[in-house]
Structures are given as C-alpha cells and as structure tokens.
C-alpha cells in the first residue's frame, strides 16, 4: 500500500507517523512545497523573537528520524492536480506520483490583498521560514514596520515585533482588532492596550498603495502617508487548494470531509488548515486552522488510510491569544445565535471582559479578557453542550460563576453518561 501525503506541516507529519505504527511495512511519501525540514509555523514569532534558532522551528529534532521511520520526503515541489481515477498525484517538476491512499494537508497560503506595490521589496508576509528571515533583516531596533492586519495571526507577529523593539504600526480594515474573534468591546479594549504599549493602531482603515522609494511611503485611505522600512502583509490566509480545482474532489470552504475526514472520493483524504470538517458546535461543516484541530484531523485521517476505523469528535472553536501581556480568548459561537440570550460584563480599569452567548440553556460561545482562571471551565461548557438548567439564570444574573456552573451541570452530566455506559 502506497500513501502519499500532500504537506509537509503538523498535519502530514503526524498522519505520517499514525501510518507508521498501524502499517510497518507501507510505503508513505510525504510532499512538502518549500525546501526546509518539515516545522511549525505557530514556532515562527518565538524565531523572530530570538528564543530559538531555525532548528527550533523543526516538528521533530532528530537528524534521521523520518529515515529510521521510513518515511520518504520530496521537498521543494508542489502538487498542481491530482487525477481520482488513475490515482495519481501530478506535482510542478513534472513527474506524477502514484497512490493507493492520498491525504491532502497542504495547508493554507497568505491572502495577497490587491494593493498596488504589494509585490515591492520590503514588503512580506509572515508564513514560511524564508519570509523569517527576510524580516529579521529589516526589523532591526528602531526600525519603521507597518503592519496590514490585525486578525489572530496578526496579533501574534506584532509580538514578536514589539519585542524586536521596533516602531510598529498596525493597520485594520475591520472596525477593531481581532474583528473575527472578538465583539466591539473586547477588540477595542485589545487596541486601548496595544496603543498603551507604544504601537500605533488604525483600525477600520486599509493601505491604498506602497510606494517603492527607501524608505517606502504607505498611502493609508485615512489620508496618511506613513514612511516605514518594512511592510508586514498578515490580512489573512486561505486553504491552499486551487490545485483541486479540475478534480472530482468537493471543495467548499476547504476540502469537505466526512467524519472519517475522507473527502467525496473514496481513499483520499484531507486534515488541517486546508480540510473543511463538521463541528457540532455550530452544527456545520468549518475550517479551524489551529493547530491542535490539525493534529486531531490527522491522526482520524491516518487511522482510516490504514483500515481502522476512526471518528473525529468534533472540531475545536477556540482561540486563546496574547497581545502583548493580555490575555483574550473566544470559544464557539462567540457571536450569538438567533434568538439566544446574552450577558455581558466589563471591567475597563481591571482590564477584564466577559460576554457569553446562551441558546437554549446551553452556553454556545463567549468572548473573554483578563478571565484566565476560567478558559477550561468555559471550553468545558461549550464544547461539552451542558445543559445548565436553572443555572443559565444565575449566570446571566452573574456571568462570572462559571466555575460553579460547570461543577453543578458539567460533572453531573458526566456522572449521568456514566451510569448509562
């Protein structure tokens, strides 16, 4: 049996390694489109940060670990098709290679947004080992850095910038920071912070035009013309599956899945950034690009590939950032639901915020800052589906008894699957 796996990131190493121990004596070939060892991207502000060296960045550290496993790397090369009915997967040097068993976990590719000079040197993103590098040349103490995005990703690069010590300017479209996990208050209680920090902060305004002079000059549609040595574009990311495009293979967001995360074609899977997978949460099929969701999807992926039968539990809606020293997090449907309830507190002078969404008598979503104590208790409730019973009342009375609602509801709903198993 031959697998072959498209990606080199955590979710093609890991389905690797699951293919291993379930199937000494298959054939795996992982593909990986850039040059390097397979690494983490999520490791790459802690490189620009200077706690660790490139070799820190790398999945597994040991120099033959893939070779005493057996397993083949083809770096440098991309997938451009996959043909479903001769099982073959044609890549950009030409050659195609053929599969019993296909995972795709290619990823997801930065968002070029159309800008003119976006293509100008000194303007980068910040998602491969290669965009690291070039930025640690510019981004030197005292340096001009403008900075397109302030999404979750974005978030995290302007850290490690922050702590390079550079001049930071960060640009938003959307109305606040964080526009895509955070409401009103919370995301503009994250800009108050940053801008205490010394970062400058646009929000609702976007770069028009970068200008190749030395220094660059950004036009901002605020009417600002701003100088800046480095350009940061971190305006988000999008599954890297165009490839599939002719394939027999239904994309919607991403590459659909099944429970199994096998896709429309019978032995061809997907997993990660790039796999579109149901959450029960929500009730819908999402993309989570985050990193412990990859690692499920993958294992679920690989047991299949080799003929044992696995389920993915759920996907995990969860982000937990940190701005600067503060601590935010949002889980589920942080939005709300129609019809669904909501509390709301805000303590500005502490630097704490807490909104939690109610459907039914279940908390389904929430948006959090400076309530660190309570993360697990509030990914608890909203990925375990609690009923809380009378205690939606006293929570929406005092959202802060969270940890008392989960030991009321949460261990007696486990308790009672207990007794049922």
Known sequence: MKH??????????????????????????????????PYSRMAIPYL???????????????????????????????????????????????????FDRLLIATGSRPASPPIPGIHTAGVHTCWTLKDA?????????????????????????????AVRGVQLTVVEMGDRMVPRMMGPTAGGMIKAWCEAKGVRVFTGARVEAIEPHAPLRVRLSTGDHLEADLVISATGVKPAIGFLENSEI??????????????????????????????????KTVVSAIQPNAADQARVAGLNMVGLKAELKGVTQINVLDTLGLISASFGNWQGVPGGDHVELTDRDAGKHLSLQFAGDRLVGCNSIGWTEHVGVMRGLVEG????????????????????????????????????A
Request: with cysteine; charged share 25%; aromatic share 4%.
């Open 385 to 420: 589906q609690v009923s809380l019973g009378e205690w939606k009342d006293k929570l929406l009375a005092d959202p802060t008894l969270l940890m008392e609602a989960y030991l009321a509801r949460a261990q007696a709903q486990e308790a009672r699957a207990l007794v049922k």
């Open 48 to 98: 620009l940060i200077g706690d660790i060296g490139e070799e820190g960045t790398h999945l597994r550290h040991g120099s033959d670990h893939y070779e005493k496993l057996r397993i083949d790397i083809r770096r440098g090369v991309r997938a451009t098709g996959v043909d479903t009915k001769a099982r073959t997967v044609s890549l950009d040097d030409g050659t195609a290679v053929p």
């Open 133 to 161: 590098r070039a930025i640690m040349q510019r981004a030197q103490k005292g340096a001009r850095v403008i900075q397109m995005g302030a999404g979750f990703i974005g978030c995290i690069i302007m850290e490690a910038l």
């Open 250 to 283: 239904k994309c919607l967001q991403g590459v659909l899945t099944d429970e199994h995360m096998q896709t429309s074609v019978p032995g061809i899977y997907a997993a990660g950034d790039c796999a579109e997978a149901f959450d029960k949460v929500s009730g």
């Open 4 to 37: 072959v796996i498209l990606g080199a990131g955590p979710a093609g190493v890991i389905a690797a390694e699951t293919i291993r121990k379930h199937a000494p004596h298959d054939e795996i070939l992982i593909v990986g489109d850039e040059p390097e060892l």
